[in-house]
């Protein structure tokens, strides 16, 4: 299997090699409760998206896209754009039962628009060998909930005093920040919000 790896697939492999550090880190918070591994799990984030853009433009240089490539591109990026900020999120706080259900929803809601973009990437690319646009925003826009879960694990706005405090419900509250996850899962499955592929 192995030879029918491209370089590109390296590439897309470190970014799924973030995803998971960064996942490990946001459950070592939850053992040793230092902020300072949050802040970690936080940083491979931004280090994971390096890695989807080069994977891309490694790819198109050498010509060796790949059905294998894709694939491989959209399992890195549900475990560093969907399941890896879900993490963080719980282990920064949002750990009751709404928030957690916001937090399963962003997944799948992340786990289905690139489900749909690798069905519909060949209509959409209109012949040519790049997609003109996205439907929805794309997965890795998610970096943006992990820098604001950054900024408060940073000021130790963690817990209970997390950005925007709790909202008093049954089996733990929800936290009003969970709800920034749900718009972002609701906008990368959106069908009629369309952004120009740069």
Known sequence: MIRGFHLADAFTLANAACGVAGMLM?????VTHDTADLLFAAAFAPAAFVFDV????????RQTSSALGRELDSLA???SFGVAPAALGFACGLSGLCDALLLVYF??????????YNVTAESLSAGSDKVAYFEGTPIPTSVLLTAVLAVAAWQGRIGDTIYGGVWPLPAGGLHPLALLFALSGT????????????
Do not use: E
């Open 26 to 30: 946001a459950m070592r918070f939850l």
């Open 54 to 61: 080069l994977d891309g433009r490694v790819a198109r240089w």
């Open 77 to 79: 990026d549900v475990i």
């Open 107 to 116: 997944v799948c809601c992340g786990v289905s628009r690139l489900a749909r």
């Open 187 to 198: 906008l990368m499955v959106s069908k009629t919000l369309r952004i120009p592929k740069l």
